[in-house]
């Protein structure tokens, strides 16, 4: 049976509708009052509250919307993330929350505090089992499996290692701790052409987990290595790399297994909301924000993770992409723009493996409000 995804246009139309105001209708079209526990129920509401020097993330304004939404049905909400696995300002709990404020998440803004869920060095976690074909638990942050309901509020855009992010990345990567994070990145570790290394030894010293030591060439240990990336990038001879052939898929099947173990935490108690707005080549974890690839679209709602992303993914897939981007690829209508920006990505792994394994269905009816 197809999943319902309640859509509302960026469009302000003939009568100048905000869409602050859209994204209200949205609301009580998918029927938020419902799927959020009131009589005081707490109801985490997951977003990102981006990396600094990135300014694409929802706005606060937005999640100042959901948040009175949710006190309107009787939950009380919080705005909460996870911290990171790399070393930036998201590493912990209390940098994490300053930029969080810094970015206009308070309380003051928003209507609700903030809290990050998986504690200060991100060692608050719960262990819940998945019936998955890759893995069968997951680390789930202790601060969002001890809600009673949960929003995942999320921003579409690309991803260089998950080809994009959308629901099932906010769900399955967000809400896990740092031991999560590592289970699921430990998946696609960087590889060193050791005979090819020249011996700057810029990357031993750029690594934040000390997995790459320097014996006649770079060498990388696997079972260290986070799959973060700096390496490659710090790298001048380009001789450190990711296998995408051999490992984006199964990273992002990992992605997928997290995102039903903590969805599973929460039958008939989620929602789900896509923005496609400000739609970027890379993860709002990057200290920077590149323009975006396809024109804004709109906000998609739905109670299923695998149908919102497979709407998000067609509605996107439709766009002309824009010119002067990262998009050197597939800019008609109907082309995968994703893969326009990252080739070696098989982009739809975490909705075809999410369906696979029963997070959710790709079959969705789009009902335009």
């Not at 070393?87 to 209507?111: K, P």
Request: glycine share 10%.
């Amino acid at each position: 049976m197809a999943a319902k995804v309640w859509f509302a246009s960026s469009e302000a139309g003939v009568q100048g509708e905000s869409l602050q105001a859209k994204l209200l209708r949205l609301l009580d079209e998918a029927g938020l009052c419902e799927r959020v526990a009131g009589d005081g129920g707490l109801v985490a509401v997951k977003t990102h509250f981006g990396e600094e020097g990135c300014d694409s993330f929802v706005s606060p304004l937005y999640i100042r919307q959901v948040v009175s939404k949710v006190k309107e049905a009787g939950g009380v909400p919080f705005v909460t993330d996870t911290n990171t696995l790399y070393r930036g300002m998201r590493y912990n709990a209390v940098s994490h929350l300053a930029l969080a404020i810094r970015h206009g998440f308070g309380s003051e803004v928003t209507g609700a505090p903030v809290y990050i869920a998986d504690g200060l060095r991100s060692e608050n976690e719960v262990v819940v089992p998945i019936p998955g074909v890759r893995l069968n638990k997951a680390w789930i942050a202790t601060g969002i499996a001890e809600a009673d309901s949960l929003v995942v509020v999320s921003h579409v855009k690309g991803h260089a290692v998950a080809g994009f992010g959308g629901a099932i990345k906010n769900l399955g990567m967000g809400c896990a701790s740092a031991a999560g994070k590592h289970e699921q990145h430990r998946a696609m570790p960087a590889i060193a052409r050791e005979d090819d290394c020249e011996g700057c030894g810029g990357c031993v010293s750029a690594c934040p987990e000390n997995a790459i030591t320097f014996e006649g060439g770079a060498r990388i240990d696997p079972d260290a290595c986070i799959g973060c990336g700096i390496c490659v990038e710090t790298c001048p001879e380009s001789v450190i790399y990711f296998d995408y052939e051999r490992d984006a898929a199964h990273l992002s099947e990992r992605l997928a297994e997290y995102a039903l173990a903590a969805a599973s935490l929460f039958p008939e108690k989620v929602l789900y909301l896509n923005f496609l707005l400000k739609i970027t080549p890379d993860c709002d974890c990057a200290p920077f924000s590149d323009r975006p690839i396809v024109p804004d679209i709109g906000i998609l709602a739905s109670a299923d993770p695998v149908a919102i992303d497979a709407a998000s993914l067609d509605l996107i897939d439709a766009q002309h992409g824009l010119e002067g981007t990262r998009l050197l690829l597939h800019h008609a209508p109907g082309e995968d723009k994703f893969a326009g920006v990252w080739p070696e990505v098989p982009i739809r792994t975490q909705v075809i493996h999410g369906e696979r394994i029963g997070l959710g269905t790709s079959e969705y009816e789009l009902v335009r409000i």
